[in-house]
Every structure is written in C-alpha cells, then in structure tokens.
C-alpha cells in the first residue's frame, strides 16, 4: 500500500477522467492520498471529491503562495472559516514562491506565518511549498516561536545540508517525480538521510516522473517513484511502501 501525500487530482486536469485516474491509482497500490488545496476557487471540488472517496482522499487546508496577492486576508477568511467547519487532516499547500516573481514576498511570508499558527494551534501537520525560498523559509519557522509544528517540505530537491536542516527542524522530505530525473542529484542526497523521514509524493497533475515526464501526473505513477527511491535505499517497493505509509500514519494521524 502507497500513499501519495501530495496530489491535485481534483483540479480540472482530471475532470474527464476522475473516476477512472483513482481506480488506476488503487489498482497499482496507491490508496491513501493527501490532497492540499490551492486556494479559494478549489476548495469545493476538494472537498466534494474528498466526501466521494472518504476512505481514500484526505482534504487539507491552506492557501498556496502563488495565490497570495492583494486581497490575501479574504482568502486566508475562507480558509480558515472552512478549517472551523470540516474536517481537515493538515495545512497545505502553503509556503513561499520566489521563483517568479518577488512582488509579494513580503505577504507570502505573513500569510505563511499566520497558517503556521493554524498548524500549531490545531496540531495539525502542514505541507510546505518552498521554491527559491529555502533560506525564508526556515527563518520564518525558527524565529515563530509556534510549539509542536511538523509537516512536509514538499517536492524536496535541495542539497544534503538542507535536508539536513529541514530534518533538524522536525519536519519531513516529500520526494516525488523529480528524484527519477537524469540530474536531480537526490540519489546523492538521500543514501545520507534516514529513509524514515521521507514521505512519497507526485504533486499530480504537475512532475510526471520518468517515463512519464511531460506529460499529465497522476498518483498511480507514484510507483515509479517508490521504485526510484527503493533502489537508492537497497529496498523493496514494498518495503518502501510499508515504511513510508507508516510515516504518513503517524504524520497525519490517520
């Protein structure tokens, strides 16, 4: 059994073919899967999809950075009036993008914080975007002051040092899709780091792994990643699998 902590299988990229995605997802083992939202405009098809599959599709809560913009606070209302009245098993996706543009940093950093509260107030594990931003990232979590926060560095492609410092932090490496790419270089990173502090992802529809890359993620491709990442630690997929889907058990509490 896998699970996919990281998936977006209820954006439009899927609407033809939802139904059909999930089952070839069960069929190859993947059955547990965590979906973080976007923002306000995927909240509903979130959690619609996640009440149609209740024993399979986790519904987290939070605002990517990407949809942090002027107006932030009303996105950050609804999240949170929807983290009050359903059921929610983490924060996520949030973070901070600087890859393409830097206007915002200063509000993607306020918006990061203030969900980071949500995690730590809830105990809740939260699911963290980090995209030229490793450094902003870590200071704003070490100088919070917020007690008990745990969660995902999501899509990990950093260096040995920096696992090494996320991991220090508590938190956990989402290695997905680009672990199987020629140059990635995590299969010089992760031989260093305790497979226990790794969780499998793919972030569909986005990263398709080999041979897939280019083309539509979806979470049944999650086996070519657990075999990728199998092979780095001299397991089975199935050990793999029965180790990572621990970790997510105890992460998520479920």
Known sequence: MLTDTHCHIYL??????????????????????FLPNVDSSTSQSLLDLSAQYPE???????IHPTSVNDGFELELQQAESLLNNHKFFGIGEVGIDLFWDKTYQDIQCE?????????????????????????????????????????IFHCFSGNLDQAKEIIGLGFHLGI????????????????????QWIVLETDSPYLAPVPYR??????????QTASKIAGIYNYTVEELAQLTTNTSKILFGI
């Open 176 to 195: 997905g899709g680009v672990s199987t790419f020629k140059n990635s270089g995590l299969d010089k990173v992760l031989p260093d780091i305790d497979p």
């Open 56 to 62: 399979n599709c986790f519904p987290l809560m939070g």
């Open 12 to 33: 439009p990229e899927f609407d033809h073919d939802r139904d059909i995605t999930l089952q070839k997802a069960f069929a190859s083992g993947v059955t547990r899967l």
């Open 214 to 223: 280019g083309k539509r993620n979806e979470p049944a491709y999650l086996v």
């Open 111 to 151: 918006a990061f914080l203030i969900q980071l509260g949500w995690a730590s107030k809830r105990n809740l594990p939260v699911i963290i975007h980090v995209r030229n931003s490793h450094c902003e990232t870590i200071d704003i979590i070490e100088k919070s002051g917020l007690s008990n926060l745990k969660g």
